[in-house]
């Protein structure tokens, strides 16, 4: 047979098998039986610690797999986030882009179209690259050398519109919208700006604005003002007729029409270079109530007066038609909601007013809300008097109480006399079956009292209305020829018209022959 060759490595190996091998036959040559069985006891104990770590080994495992998905996950995210910036950078960029093309549509525009952008936004939406944008723009008047709304500068100097394109859309969420401004600079002396504010110096929007003016145009300028309240035409040099109205709306003088009330600015003559502003008040109108009241009792009344301190001059205004009575007066709904209250008096002039008679008297006021109603009762102290047909007190001469007799109650004017004060109003009246005065309840003032029947006419000196009971009982002697008497708990002047009645010394004077004017 041919001889087989083996590699040395394996030779090597052989013999270091063998080696081993005849080194334990060696060492266990004579070695009792215990020693073997202690080698394998530790050989035992050597392998029981590796069977215990087995649960270990799983939780390792385990933990090292969370880790490795929480690593993934993290990582998409970022991902995620990334690719959100990028697209909100590029939703931003294509934003200003838009903003900025808005703005350029704008520079085209002429001052007429700029102006309607200051009442009414343009809106404009637009697609691009799957993303709707919306793109607001508006203008306003601005004074150059403050860069002030033109509502809020008193200056006259040229100005400039200001533009501004705001830019949105649907992923932008809390963050400030794209948003990009502009300076068109208008021809000169094209501006007029109207500003209209509320009782609580609020601009008032939707308020109609006309300006017509000058020869030979002949359509007005029309704009509504904007939330601010102001509104700026534009307007080529001269003198332009303005109105500002809206419905439901007064100004601060109680007309609908700032044209109507002879206290607001009615014309305004426009310079070259210049940028007037015209402000007015107007707010939504309220109506006043006001009930009479008399010696505690309800009453009749013809008029009634609200005054306040913030209503132009002549600073009251009055409500009412003398010798109308009614139980209540109401204003039309032209109130003006002033946010102090109004004094509020039965009269018709200033010179009714309770305080102005007799500083001791107490006012009564009242508010009135914006669009609401303001209520309340006012005292008419009342005059009273008895017309009789005799010449004095007793059986036989006092005679009987005038039925019908007439007569005038007059208030006397202040710029007649400047010793007394008074309203210039004429009542006049038919007594009652008792003589009295039908409507013994008369404003506060001053007074004189003529009375006829009989052909005989009996006047008297000036006396004051001035407490809340009525005229004192010292004023009443200036009336009475027959002295003061009560019926049973209010003091009555007593006048008699009978032939010889008149026996000094008496206040009035009695005529024959005349009547009462």
């Avoid at 995620?80 to 525009?109: C, G, I, T």
């Avoid at 809020?152 to 948003?179: C, D, F, H, M, Q």
């Avoid at 102005?356 to 009564?364: C, F, L, M, R």
Wanted: proline share 8%.
């Amino acid at each position: 047979m041919p001889k087989t060759s083996v590699a040395p490595h394996s030779l090597v190996m052989m013999r270091t098998f063998s080696a081993r091998l005849r080194a334990v036959g060696r060492s266990s040559i004579g070695r009792p039986a215990r020693a073997v069985r202690r080698a394998r006891g530790r050989l035992l104990a050597t392998r029981a610690p590796l069977a215990s770590e087995t649960g270990d080994t799983l939780i390792e495992v385990l933990v090292s797999a969370i880790l490795i998905a929480l690593i993934v996950v993290a990582m998409f995210n970022g991902f995620d986030v990334s690719s959100r910036a990028s697209a909100s950078e590029r939703s931003r960029a294509q934003a200003n882009a838009l903003a900025q093309q808005a703005e350029d549509r704008l520079r085209s525009f002429s001052v007429t179209k700029l102006s309607t952008l200051l009442t009414e936004p343009v809106v404009e939406e637009v697609k691009q690259n799957g993303t709707k944008y919306k793109i607001t723009s508006i203008a306003e008047y601005v004074k150059d050398e403050t860069a002030t709304s033109s509502c809020n500068s008193s200056s006259s100097n040229p100005g400039y519109y200001r533009t501004i394109s705001t830019v949105t859309w649907a992923s932008l969420g809390a963050r400030k919208p794209v948003t990009e401004t502009g300076i068109i600079s208008p021809p000169p002396g094209s501006a007029l700006t109207v500003q209209v504010t509320d009782e609580s110096a609020t601009g008032v929007a939707g308020m109609s604005v006309n300006a017509s003016g000058p020869a030979p145009a002949t359509s007005p300028h029309e704009l509504t003002t904007a939330p601010n309240g102001c509104a700026t035409l534009a307007l080529s040099p001269g003198e332009y007729k303005i109105n500002v109205s809206k419905p439901n709306y007064v100004d601060n003088n109680w007309y609908e029409k700032s044209e109507e009330d002879p206290h607001a600015t009615h014309s305004v003559y426009v310079v070259a270079e210049t940028a007037p502003k015209v402000p007015y008040s107007f707010a939504l109108a309220g109506t006043l109530q006001v009930e009479f009241e008399t010696e505690s009792a309800k009453s009749e009344g013809d008029s009634f007066v609200a005054a306040t301190s913030q209503l132009p001059t002549p600073g009251f205004k009055e409500e009412g038609e003398v010798q109308v009575y009614k139980k209540m007066v109401e204003a039309p709904k032209t109130v003006f909601p002033f946010k102090a209250p109004y004094t509020v008096y039965a009269g018709t002039c200033e010179a009714n007013n309770p305080t102005v008679v007799n500083p001791e008297n107490k006012i009564t006021e009242v508010t009135v809300p914006p669009g609401g109603t303001g209520k309340v009762t006012v005292i008419q102290p009342p005059i009273n008097i008895r017309v009789m047909s005799g010449t004095k007190a007793g059986e036989k001469t006092e005679g009987v109480k005038v039925e019908n007799a007439t007569g005038t109650l007059v208030e006397p004017k202040h710029e007649e006399s400047a010793e007394h004060n008074g309203c210039g109003e004429t009542r006049k009246f038919a007594s009652t079956p008792k003589g009295a005065l039908p409507h013994p309840g008369m404003p506060f003032g001053e007074y004189t009292l003529c009375v006829t029947a009989a052909k005989r006419k009996y006047t008297t000196p000036i006396f004051e209305n001035s407490t809340s009971a009525g005229p004192t009982k010292l004023e009443l002697e200036k009336i009475a020829n027959g002295g003061v008497v009560k019926e049973p708990v209010k003091n009555v002047a007593v006048i008699y018209l009978g032939e010889g009645a008149k026996a000094p010394p008496l206040p009035g004077e009695l005529k024959e022959g005349t009547e009462c004017p």
